[in-house]
T-cell receptor, first 114, second 115 residues
Framework: NAGVTQTPKFQVLKTGQSMTLQCAQDMNHEYMSWYRQDPGMGLRLIHYSVGAGITDQGEVPNGYNVSRSTTEDFPLRLLSAAPSQTSVYFC?????????????FGSGTRLTVV | AQSVTQLGSHVSVSEGALVLLRCNYSSSVPPYLFWYVQYPNQGLQLLLKYTTGATLVKGINGFEAEFKKSETSFHLTKPSAHMSDAAEYFCAVGDRMNTGNQFYFGTGTSLTVIP
């Protein structure tokens, strides 16, 4: 099993550009989420999904869009990149919508906005 | 919402010494509890978790943690630190009430092991 796969691993964007961070899991996990990690702030939830076709906002959703058309994929879209979105982004998934099983994390995407 | 407090953003120990990383949570209902480890430039890996039953749980790499309901704590320990333990450690709580947002993370503790 590949687990949770994130692409790309690194990306540099110019202010105002848009892009999509890809996340795919092959474990048939119901729950998927996106976090950003910034120094001293831990992990902050951007968006999450409890199943195909269902998404909701987390703690810091502004400037980001998500969709969940399949169980496997949960892409994160940056609409108009800003320097404040420079961060490391992690996708995570869980077997069910309950917290019992914990998360499986991807290896991250390091994004720099200049 | 739940909250998770990790005391000490940086902890340094000598190789072979006891590792103690502290985690406290705020919740009226005991949550699921997790510790994750993040090595440089990698994602987070599950170290151990408490869901129910025995309050002392053992994880990978010799780590263990004890759930203390009266103290709302879930501190992580390892009897003897190894150089390879240097990493960032995150405590997380999971909501038993099955709400949409499952997880709440602490801000992390960076562990340095001094040779």
């Amino acid at each position: 099993n590949a687990g949770v796969t994130q692409t790309p691993k690194f990306q540099v964007l110019k202010t105002g550009q848009s892009m999509t961070l890809q996340c795919a899991q092959d474990m048939n996990h119901e729950y998927m989420s996106w976090y950003r990690q910034d120094p001293g702030m831990g992990l902050r939830l951007i968006h999450y999904s409890v199943g195909a076709g269902i998404t909701d906002q987390g703690e810091v959703p502004n400037g980001y869009n998500v969709s969940r058309s399949t169980t496997e994929d949960f892409p994160l879209r940056l609409l108009s990149a800003a320097p404040s979105q420079t961060s490391v982004y992690f996708c995570a998934s869980s077997y069910t919508r309950t917290a019992y099983y914990g998360y499986t994390f991807g290896s991250g995407t390091r994004l720099t906005v200049v | 919402a739940q909250s998770v407090t990790q005391l000490g953003s940086h902890v340094s120990v000598s190789e072979g010494a006891l590792v103690l990383l502290r985690c406290n949570y705020s919740s009226s209902v005991p949550p699921y509890l997790f510790w994750y480890v993040q090595y440089p430039n990698q994602g987070l890996q599950l170290l151990l978790k408490y869901t129910t039953g025995a309050t002392l749980v053992k994880g990978i790499n010799g780590f263990e943690a004890e759930f203390k309901k009266s103290e709302t704590s879930f501190h992580l320990t390892k009897p003897s630190a190894h150089m390879s333990d240097a990493a960032e450690y995150f405590c997380a709580v999971g909501d038993r009430m099955n709400t949409g947002n499952q997880f709440y993370f602490g801000t992390g503790t960076s562990l340095t092991v001094i040779p």
